[in-house]
């Protein structure tokens, strides 16, 4: 019985840490990655790339195929095996094998297998984009919850502080030293700050129903994250050049790849289509039996009388009759021989080779090269223009993380100001040479300056981060 109640306590303290659980944001990447849909139609795309590379591989491997056959004829058939008209019952079965082998076919097979595996790599770097994607997605929605958790603590302790405001105007109200109309001016701040609280607290609720359900997770009233820990973390490449980020996007993004590789993809399309201008030799092997149970007939000598004596002409001169002896035979019907005989004996090897030239088709070779290299130029065209826009982005994501950097520090001076000001009007007030309006404003104007820092140091982040991502660092090792 006290095993029993300890296992039921374990059991309810780990329900209860699963349920308290707070996500990192490593966590959470990590499960968008492995869950999400977008992500898994991605890995399918390489699956379905593999697969046409091994089809690919298949085209170099003989073609090889065997049949068989077994009938029963009633009547008047043919003897598969003597090809005689007979009127009778017979069994009768065949078999064969053929191998075909393409030797020569313009090079095309190996064009095949090269345009597979670049399909393939150009599905990896599609992969890659879409994790590096749904990664950035994810970070957004996580620093966006840990924006309305501050903002929200701005909002509470400093309406803590307005409640503590209260209770000291109350009683300088109450001693006559205040008038009442500042009383009312604090409850009044009391309540907007209480429906403030309200709508951050709606905020944090509905931002954490985003992050659940772009990591697909249905438990939104248990989902939380880990909101500490998260500060800016500089490795240095906003303070690199320009150009040297642009260059570096260019060799590491998959953007630029996945447009290389479809211009490769269009080059062997290309030399596949001018193969078919080449003649095509293929080779071919095959084997048949046959089988049937129909008896033979044979000639076979009369033991008792083997030789009869027949005239075979006459002399001219004398008339006399010319005999000769002659084997006396007679046509016996025999059982069939036994089916391994029957298909050794009755078998039949071909062989060669054979070539195919292409004359005249209705211009439809040249009508795909021509096609293909349409191809060709329009993916040269489309590399070209990815480019442009990686740089056009690149260079946005380096002035906007420019610029968030100077209105976080701007922030952060406004923060300082406000907070001197606000202790200012707050000893003012408590001494009574200000009234509540200019010190509730003041107190505003503080609060305000605390959430737009929030604001500004986690939009910073999120743009110094995008911006390491563009200079090559992989999504999974971004530091915060």
Known sequence: MRKSIIIIVLLIGVFAQAQNKKWTLKECVEYALENNISVKQSELDLDLAEIEKLTAKGNFVPGISAGAGVSENTGLSFDPITNNARTTTFLSASGNINVGYTLFDGLRNFRQLQRAEISKLSSQYRLNKMKDDISLFVANGYLQVILNKANLEVLISQNQVTKEQIERTQELVDAGSLPRGDLLEIKATDASEQQSIINAQNSVQISLISLAQLLLIKDYENFDIEDEGYNIVDDGVASRDIAEIIAAAKDNRSEIKIAEQNVELAKKDLQISKGANYPTLSAFFGYNTRYADTPGVVSQIDPDNPTVTQQIGVVQSTGEAVVSEFPNTSLVEV?????????????????????????????????SVQRSRVSLERAKFELEQAELDLESTVYQAYVDAKGALKSYEAAQLAVESQDLAYSYAKERYDVGLTNAFDFSQSKLRYDNARIELNRSKYDYIFKLKVLELYFGIPATELKF
């Open 335 to 367: 059982p069939a021989d036994p089916l391994v005989d029957q298909l050794y004996l009755n078998d039949g090897i071909g062989y060669g080779l054979q070539l195919n030239i292409p004359i005249l088709n209705g211009f439809n070779i040249k009508s």
